[in-house]
């Protein structure tokens, strides 16, 4: 069942075979706005069981949707972003820095609050949940605008992008284990103390994690894979 399920941070790809599976059953929908708001109700609301993941499917599914709802019509959002330019960084912008501010919060003490009854620990949580959608929904909005901004001044992408975002799902499959590895099976916990560990970790882990990805995509197996 863990095999199935995602052992460790391995859990997010089942979810994603999920999501794109679910999402070729709804790529002819008529109205994907109605769709969309439909998916952010389910996100906020659902409590499924998480057998295979669905629990995480429920919820995540909304983020997966929104990116495809607005790669559909990427050209009059870059057009309408472009237009805009400034207005709508600062505007965003400023909506971002009020989320964290108020919003963030507001959450985190949502969840510290102990419900007396079942059904309203069930309406806090889904609280909980939809203010986290929009927080996040606000961020991703606040730095899509500033990739569209930086794209359209870049005439070319650099080889070394293009290779990383080639290996990006190998470095997250691979990056967990040499963590483990370092952490549990070496004494580099000892030798660094738990203030220089996370940094000598991530100097240590990123490049391994990216050689081990590209050592294996060489074979056909590999880069059916990752």
């Not at 995540?60 to 990427?74: A, D, T």
Request: net charge positive; charged share 10%; aromatic share 18%.
């Amino acid at each position: 069942m863990n095999i199935i399920c995602g052992e460790g941070h391995i859990w997010y790809l089942p979810m994603l075979l999920e999501c794109f599976i679910l999402a070729y059953i709804v790529k002819d929908v008529k109205r994907p706005c109605l769709y969309l708001l439909g998916t952010l109700i389910i996100s906020s609301f659902s409590r499924c069981p998480n057998i295979f993941r669905i629990s995480q499917v429920a919820y995540y599914f909304f983020f997966f949707y929104l990116g495809i709802f607005v790669s559909r019509y990427r050209n009059t959002t870059v057009r309408y972003i472009s237009e805009m330019r400034s207005k709508i960084i600062f505007a965003i912008g400023l909506l971002f820095v009020a989320s964290l501010i108020v919003l963030l919060p507001l959450n985190i003490q949502l969840k510290s609050y102990q419900a007396e009854t079942r059904i309203n620990g069930y309406f806090l949580a889904a609280l909980s949940r939809f203010i986290n959608i929009i927080y996040s929904s606000i961020g991703i909005a606040f730095w899509y605008t500033i990739s569209v901004h930086i794209a359209k001044r870049i005439t070319q992408v650099p080889f070394w992008i293009k290779q990383f975002n080639i290996l990006s799902m190998g470095v997250y499959i691979f990056h967990q284990f040499v963590l483990m590895f370092l952490y549990y099976h070496t004494s580099l916990p000892v030798i660094c103390g738990s203030y220089f560990l996370p940094w000598v970790a991530i100097v240590i882990t990123l490049p391994s994690s990216i050689l081990l990805a590209y050592l294996f995509r060489l074979s056909k197996i590999g880069k059916l894979l990752i």
